[in-house]
């Protein structure tokens, strides 16, 4: 074999190498691509009285609200935890309000509002938990 056979095989394994190198930095990041639509092995569809027993170990309020949508809302000084019904928690602390409490994150893209037995979730300026109450009332 030639010089020139030597360089090309070279050539060819290091494109091939870093072809596969991107391929698993894509997969790892992305993980694998569903070719033929299958729905995800933990896909359900669940309502509120279903996803209630998310709740159910924690301490705090639970709200009920509109579009059969949950939330759970610990209070601590000066801040809340809140655990929603699409399974998201979130830590937010305690900002200026001129009535009621107002939670939200440092831009505040995502906002809870609680006034009494009400509250509402507010995610980049659309209210995304709305006319919630407390469970009781």
Request: a negative charge; glycine letters at 8%; aromatic letters at 10%.
């Amino acid at each position: 074999m030639g010089k020139d056979m030597w360089h090309a095989i070279i050539g060819l394994s290091i494109v091939a190498a870093l072809v596969l190198f991107i391929i698993f930095v894509a997969v790892s990041l992305f993980g694998t691509p569903d070719f033929f639509g299958a729905p995800e092995a933990n896909a359900t569809t669940t309502s509120v009285a279903d996803e209630l027993h998310l709740f159910d170990a924690a301490d705090g309020v639970l709200f009920t609200c509109a579009s059969g949508k949950a939330l759970k809302a610990i209070f601590t000084d000066e801040r809340v935890v809140l655990t929603l019904s699409d399974e998201r928690s979130v830590l937010l602390p305690q900002v200026i309000s001129g009535s009621g409490a107002r939670y939200a994150n440092p831009d505040e893209s995502f906002v809870f509002w609680n006034k009494g037995d009400t509250a509402f979730i507010q995610e980049d300026g659309v209210e995304t938990y709305s006319s919630c109450v407390t469970a009781g009332s």
